[in-house]
Every structure is written in C-alpha cells, then in structure tokens.
C-alpha cells in the first residue's frame, strides 16, 4: 500500500527542511507533541524515532536512513524490526519519504510511506496519520515563519469549539437552559482543572464540546493511575459543593428552583461516574482495574464503550450514540494500545474507591430527594 500527501507551505524552503532534520521536532498543539530522533546505542546505523503527547511517550519506531539529499530535498527511511518499537513493526516493511521542493507558490511538502499492511486498521491508521504529520508540519513551519493564515489560527481555536457547543445546547434545551447546563459543565471541568494543577500536570485550557459536554485539557502526561484517578474524580468531586448548597437551601425555602438547580447539578456529575469508558466514572475503574491487570482494564473500557451503545439503541439517541462509536473508533484504531502509568498501590486504590463510590451516592441522595420535582419556568 502506498499512501502520499501534499501540503504547500507559506515558509522558505530552508526553513522547512531544517526542521525536518533537526533531531527535536516540537508541534505546540494542542496537544503538544514532540518527535525526537537518537541513535539506538551499539548500532550505527539505526536511529530511534520516539512520539511525544504531552510529555509521555506514545510510540517510537526503529529505523535505518536510506537517503538524505538536501539539494534534491529528499530524505527517506526503512522502520525496521527491533524490541524498541511501540507498537511492534510486525512485518509491515514501511518505507517513509519526505521530499521539499521550492515553488512560486511557497514550499511543497510531499510525504509518503509505502508499507505492507498488518492489519486492516493500517490502511486507515497510515493515511490519516500521514494527513495528521503533514499537516502539523505545515502549522509549525508558518507559525515559527509568521506566516501563518489567521482563519486557521482561529479554527483552532478551542474558545471557537465552544461558541459552537454553547449553541449546541440552545438548539437542544433553550437558551436559557443551555447557560444554566453551561455552568454545570464548566463547574465539573473546574474539578478536573483543579485537580490537574494539585497533581502538577498543569492546564492548558477548559473547553466545551458540541452536544456532548466539555473537557479539562492537561500540559503534561498523567504518567500515573493514582493521578488519573484523582483528577476523573476531582469533576464530579469539585461540584459536591454547589449541589449541597443549593440542597441545602431548597431543603430550608422550599423554593422549587433550587430544588431543580440541584437536581440538575446532581444528574449530570451521578451520570458522569457511571462506570462507562470514557466518563469520569470509567477513568477511574480503568484506573483500579489497570493497576491490577493491564489486559483486564482494555476489556472492561470494550464493555462500558457497548453498555453505552446500547444505552444508545435502547433509548433511541444518536447523541449517546455517536460519541461512544466515536470511542469505540479510536479504541479499534489504537489497536488497544494505552499509555503505560505507573499503578496505584493497594492503598491509593481502595481510598479512590472509596471516594468514588461515596461521591456517587451523595448524587442519588439529592437525586431521589428532588427527583421528580414539579417544572420551573426558567
């Protein structure tokens, strides 16, 4: 299978190809990514490629340079098979090339890999991935020349995402509603935020998400269970404090609103601890069953991501359904693949559960207290 993709760069040619050369690529995201290039030691002729998201490593190939030319603007490789490879080459034979040409226009990219493939997911991972490099290398190249086009910029822009979520929930519930489930949402994500920043793997934005809710995006890698754990948990966590209040106060006036504000509050964070890859609540059951048995987690992530297609058909909802065969695209695509953390001791695992369990069942508490109330006019 060949797959090839071009790209025009608004950068000089110079530019673009030493940073294809250079043995630190770094794309700022986000997610920021970094790609560096090392030789593997004992060997001479062999350079270790490795993959960075946010500070973790996500996968690194072995290969052999077959060409470099700069006046031609041609630089190709052989990924070979060698125990340092994650994911494993398992018989591909992939040939990468790179070529830059000078044009009129600006500098044209062209990437290419031709490869056996392994399995049918190769023939969409290589293509898209292709797509995905290429055009990353086109953004870092114009923002790093600045020469970057302003429409791009924007459309990257996670506050435009959520402009578009926020009229996502209009069209769903009203306006006013969609600014009460707004901050809901951004209440939770919050939670995740604060955690982030306790747990030292910094934030880089809260955003909200089309139909779907809203998500907490970390600077770094979790690089542990016990920190992912903490910050799943920490969303629903953070917003015990607004849904008891209001509790509270409904329990003391008797006014119907707060009754609904908490109802509302407690839904939302209860719904989000089902144990359901990839909600708040199957973050933290793959935390626990991952410290356990790595293989045993994938499996238990399967049957939330089909618990929640069904929910889907059973209910009738494209909007459930969709973002878990979204999930489940990705889980099939990734091979199954996770980011090694480290494991949560015996300890840090049962206080986890602990808090988890008892975080849901403060939820039901207010929920079978207000559940159902009469309807408020907003």
């Given at each position: 299978m060949r797959?090839?993709?071009?790209?025009?760069?608004?950068?000089?040619?110079?530019?673009?190809?030493r940073f294809n050369i250079a043995d630190r690529m770094v794309f700022d995201g986000p997610p920021i990514m970094e790609i560096s290039r090392e030789p593997v030691p004992d060997s001479a002729d062999l350079w270790l490629t490795s993959a960075t998201v946010n500070g973790q490593v996500r996968a690194q190939n072995v290969s052999r340079e077959l060409e470099r030319d700069e006046e031609k603007g041609i630089i190709r490789g052989r990924i070979v098979a060698?125990?340092?490879?994650?994911?494993?080459?398992?018989?591909?034979?992939?040939?990468a090339e790179l070529t830059i040409e000078a044009t009129s226009a600006g500098t044209k990219l062209i990437v290419s890999n031709e490869?056996?493939?392994?399995?049918?997911?190769?023939?969409?991972?290589?293509?898209?991935g292709l797509r995905r490099m290429a055009n990353l290398i086109k953004q870092q190249c114009e923002k790093e020349a600045g020469t970057s086009n302003r429409l791009s910029t924007v459309g990257n822009n996670g506050w435009l995402l959520s402009i578009v979520a926020l009229l996502s929930f209009w069209y769903l519930v009203g306006w006013k509603a969609a600014l009460l489930l707004t901050v809901v949402v951004v209440l939770h994500e919050a939670g995740h935020a604060a955690a982030?920043?306790?747990?030292?793997?910094?934030?880089?934005?809260?955003?909200?998400?089309?139909?779907?809710?809203?998500?907490?995006?970390?600077?770094?890698?979790?690089?542990?269970?016990?920190?992912?754990?903490?910050i799943a948990l920490m969303g629903p966590g953070l917003s015990?404090?607004?849904?008891?209040?209001?509790?509270?106060?409904?329990?003391?006036?008797?006014?119907?609103?707060?009754?609904?504000?908490a109802e509302l509050f407690a839904f939302v964070n209860a719904s989000n601890l089902l144990p359901i890859y990839s909600l708040d609540g199957g973050l933290i059951l793959n935390a626990l069953v991952g410290s356990v048995n790595r293989r045993s987690a994938l499996i238990v992530g399967w049957i939330g991501i089909l618990i929640g297609i069904a929910l889907a058909v059973y209910l009738q909802s494209l909007l459930i359904g969709i973002p878990f065969m979204l999930f489940a695209l990705q889980r099939y695509l990734s091979g199954g693949?996770?980011?090694?953390?480290?494991?949560?001791?015996?300890?840090?695992?049962?206080?986890?559960?602990?808090?988890?369990?008892?975080t849901f069942a403060l939820y039901m508490l207010v929920l079978k207290a207000t559940w159902p109330l009469p309807a408020v006019r907003l």
């Open positions: 797959c090839e993709f071009t790209v025009l760069i608004n950068a000089p040619r110079e530019a673009v190809w060698h125990p340092l490879s994650i994911p494993p080459e398992g018989g591909r034979d992939t040939v490869l056996t493939p392994h399995v049918f997911r190769d023939r969409i991972n290589y293509p898209i982030m920043l306790m747990a030292g793997v910094g934030v880089r934005g809260i955003y909200l998400v089309p139909f779907f809710g809203g998500m907490a995006v970390p600077k770094t890698g979790y690089r542990t269970e016990g920190r992912l754990g903490f015990l404090v607004p849904t008891l209040g209001l509790f509270a106060a409904y329990q003391a006036t008797g006014q119907l609103y707060l009754g609904k504000l693949r996770t980011m090694e953390l480290e494991r949560l001791t015996l300890h840090d695992g049962v206080m986890l559960a602990i808090a988890s369990t008892a």
